[in-house]
């Protein structure tokens, strides 16, 4: 078959593999590679075992791929075939020499950059849709434009927006898809290309264009309202425990403001993941960089709290279970940062797990979806960990529950049949609002629910 147009993606990761699906899922004419340096991560999206946990997306990796949809470890090749490329490249934090623990490592989307270099032999569109600072693309502009002979590379910016565990519906019917380019002849030419791709499925009135360092910033700064709406939510948690006030009837309150919105008010242990917090240091170094001293800490206090957050649901777990932890046995629900994905980077429950374990409690730690990685993340950890799948077979012979991820599962547990099986006194430390805490009261165990006040039987 001929298709109408190729396009490459070079790095095959939670924005890579679902994010170029969702392009071949509504473009049948269009050919889709994925490419990757990491050849295991290729060999599972050919599999039925996909890389990574997205609810929908097997069914469309399955209607597309080997179609108009495949993942390859011929970089090489796939450059010189391709002349729209996508990169979506890991761009964590650094963590060596100048700006460690805080500025982003660039060094995948710099040699993704030289590797586009040396291998192409056309002109091409590179678009960036890895999170990145702002003015990366005129670093990446310098690389490329040490191309020999008549070859040309005009740079786009196009930040994704996705959420994992949405993303498949995130990429149907996005908010917003932004587009930057350098406001040439070229520039403009090039981003009319990206748009005619987007408009497939995209209503017109949702993709928006701009300048490419505006569009770079935009991506930072949507993360950075994202996360402070968190820490807002969860430094109010803290007072509300203070006071009695309830903290899901104050976001209702706040949030029924047509001003302010009701979305991500939710309070709980932190915001986990592998953005949030990466990005907002990232623009906590920028700000620092142009020397805007105050602009840096105001952001940097987003992170602050949402440490804050940890510490004081770890100091509450220890307080309440008499000041010792050693040899009781802990049944933590949920892994993963958020509900439907088997992500675990950030997760705000590997940090509780390691603190947990140092005070020498027992760990059972159950995920429908995030055991594997949950097993990796604490390897080397010292202490007694299990992981056991059936959160009822956790639950077991523990002195207490802590609830760490979202899951739907969580909301309909048999909590009567839980109780039975457990150590009493039988505490249950909820990190993420989600269990009916009076019904689970009457049943007999101590409540502790972020933002409310404890219900107990003392
Ligand atoms: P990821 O780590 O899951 O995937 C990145 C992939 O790039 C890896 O598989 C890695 O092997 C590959 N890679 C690195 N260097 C390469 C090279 N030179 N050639 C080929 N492949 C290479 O990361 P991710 O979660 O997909 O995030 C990618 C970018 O998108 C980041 O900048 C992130 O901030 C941003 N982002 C992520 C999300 C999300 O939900 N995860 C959402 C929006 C934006
Ligand atoms: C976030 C953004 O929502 C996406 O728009 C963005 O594309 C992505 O980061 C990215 O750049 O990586 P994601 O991290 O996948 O997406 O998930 P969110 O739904 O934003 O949740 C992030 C964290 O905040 C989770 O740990 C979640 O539990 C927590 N959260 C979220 C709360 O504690 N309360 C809330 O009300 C909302």
Not at 109 to 118: C, D, P, W
Not at 159 to 183: K, M, Q
Not at 194 to 202: A, P
């Amino acid at each position: 078959m001929k298709f109408k147009k190729k396009i490459l993606c070079i790095g095959a990761g939670y924005v890579g593999g679902p994010s170029m699906a969702m392009i071949a899922y509504k473009c049948p004419d269009y050919k889709i590679t994925v490419v990757d340096i990491n050849q295991e991560r290729i060999d599972a999206w050919n599999s039925s075992q996909l890389p990574v946990y997205e609810p929908g997306l097997d069914k469309i990796i399955k209607m597309c791929r080997g179609k108009n949809l495949f993942f390859s470890k011929d970089i090489k090749n796939q450059i010189k075939e391709n002349d729209i490329i996508f990169v979506s490249v890991n761009t964590p934090t650094k963590t060596y020499g100048a700006g460690a623990d805080m500025a982003a490592d660039l060094q995948y989307v710099e040699k993704t950059a030289r590797q586009i270099l040396k291998y192409s032999q056309s002109s091409k569109i590179v678009i960036e849709k890895s999170t990145l600072p702002v003015k990366t693309a005129l670093a990446m502009e310098k690389i490329l434009s040490s191309a020999k002979g008549k070859i040309k590379f005009e740079i786009l910016s196009n930040p994704e927006f996705l959420a994992e565990g949405t993303a498949v519906s995130d990429l149907e019917n996005p908010d917003r898809v932004l587009i930057g380019s350098r406001e040439t002849k070229s520039g403009l030419k090039a981003r009319a290309r990206l748009i005619e791709i987007y408009s497939r499925w995209v209503p017109l009135n949702k993709i928006m264009t701009s300048n490419i360092w505006s569009c770079e910033l935009s991506k930072l700064v949507a993360n950075a309202f994202l996360a402070q709406r968190v820490s807002s939510i969860n430094s109010i948690s803290a007072l509300c425990e203070k006071t009695d006030a309830d903290i899901n009837e104050v976001a209702n309150a706040v949030g029924m403001d047509s001003r302010i919105g009701n979305k991500f008010l939710n309070a709980g242990i932190g915001f986990g993941g592998s953005c949030f917090k990466k990005d907002i240091l990232n623009l906590v170094y920028l700000c620092n960089y142009y020397n805007l001293r105050e602009v840096a800490s105001y952001w940097e206090s987003v992170v602050k709290i949402n440490q804050y957050q940890q510490e004081r649901f770890i100091a509450n777990i220890l307080h309440t279970m008499f000041g010792t932890l050693a040899g009781k046995k802990i049944c933590i629900l949920g892994f993963a940062f958020k509900a439907n994905t088997s992500d675990t980077r950030e997760s705000p429950a590997i940090y509780i797990s390691q603190k947990l374990l140092a005070e020498h409690a027992e760990i059972n730690i159950s995920d429908p979806r995030a055991l594997n990685n949950a097993e990796i993340d604490l390897s080397g950890v010292k202490g007694k960990i299990s992981y056991i799948e059936d959160p009822y077979k956790a639950a077991a012979g523990c002195h207490a529950l802590v609830i760490l991820t979202d899951w739907d599962l969580y909301r309909k547990l048999d909590f009567r049949k839980i109780y039975i099986s457990m150590v009493k006194p039988a505490f249950l430390f909820d990190g993420r609002n989600v269990i009916d805490r009076k019904k689970c009261h009457s049943i007999g165990f101590n409540i502790y629910v972020i933002g409310k006040r404890a219900l107990t039987h003392f």
